[in-house]
């Protein structure tokens, strides 16, 4: 049973995404109506491709099916979006660890949805949404962060006012603090070293990492 699972949705992509290969080895690779066609891109196969169908060409499904691809294709009207299927699928197929790409971009109500959704599965699996160079994770108890020293780091509260807030390894420590909800104090906080702890007593905080790679010209390389 695999793990791990990318999910590939339909919306903004990088030239190259430059943390790609933050992907492991060998996972459940679902890709998300339309976004399918992403995936050769970088050189991935779906195992699953799900939702209601209505971005991504007959033939192409076709193709995908004469290749042993699980298609799961739900109506047009439903009560889930095209991503929360995936996500249900992932953790259906014993995936606890969860990365997604393509869920920012276009509509300004799908954005907002697609990072508050994750929301939902906190219990059930680690979900990180990846933009070009920012990767989107939700804290709840306590969380590691990898990167470079001067890494760009937002805490955001999204679920009322985060207590207990306690950092190491920003170089503006919150030392047991409280970040209210629709206050700046936690945007823009910076890694001091190569990593850092965070730990909350309630709430979650959505964290925003912004990685340090060029992204001129589609060259997107770690600096």
Avoid at 25 to 38: A, M, Q, S
Avoid at 158 to 185: A, C, Q, W
Avoid at 196 to 216: E, F, P, R
Wanted: with cysteine; hydrophobic share 40%; aromatic share 6%.
């Amino acid at each position: 049973m695999k793990r791990e699972a990318c999910i590939f949705l339909n919306g903004r992509y990088a030239k190259r995404e430059p943390l790609i290969s933050r992907v492991g080895d060998d996972p459940l690779v679902i890709g998300v109506d339309g976004g399918t066609l992403h995936l050769a891109t970088f050189d991935l196969k779906p195992h699953i491709i799900i939702g209601d169908m209505d971005s991504i060409p007959e033939t192409d499904l076709a193709d995908f099916t004469s290749q042993n691809v699980q298609i799961l294709q739900h109506p047009t009207e439903k009560d889930e979006t095209d991503f929360e299927l995936a996500l249900d699928q992932a953790i259906l197929s014993g995936c606890r660890k969860i990365l997604v790409f393509g869920a920012l971009g276009g509509r300004s109500d799908q954005l907002i949805a697609n990072i508050l959704l994750p929301m939902a599965y906190l219990d059930q699996a680690i979900i990180n949404i990846f933009n070009g160079a920012e990767e989107i994770s939700y804290i709840h108890s306590q969380s590691k962060i990898s990167g470079k020293a001067g890494d760009v780091i937002s805490l955001i509260p999204i679920s009322g006012d985060v207590r207990g807030v306690m950092t190491s390894g920003l170089r503006y420590p919150l030392n047991f603090e409280t970040l209210h909800l629709g206050k700046s104090r936690g945007v823009s906080n910076e890694l001091s070293f190569t990593g850092a702890t965070i730990t909350v007593s309630s709430g979650v905080l959505l964290c925003i990492h912004t990685h340090q790679v060029d992204l001129v010209s589609g060259k997107e390389e770690e600096r």
